[in-house]
């Protein structure tokens, strides 16, 4: 049977309920402290996972204008070896 005061939604024990605690929250010695509770509903699932790697529209462009780049050098060097 659960304790009204440890539902999901409260992430801290009772301090009243968990055995081994002084009064004001401290632990004697030798005692082993409370564990943290864990949250199951820490945040919503993930299921949108995007293609990883490059579209195809924006390597088409960078390769264009590489090709621009390189075939104004080849028209410079064409042009300053007359």
Known sequence: MTH?????????????????????????????????????GAGPRETHHPTSGWAKAPLALILLLALLVAGLFAAMALIIAR
């Open 4 to 40: 009204p005061s440890s539902a999901a939604g409260r992430p801290d024990p009772d301090p009243g309920d968990t055995p081994g605690l002084e009064p004001g929250g401290g632990v004697p010695p030798g005692e082993t402290p409370p564990a943290e509770s864990s949250m199951p």
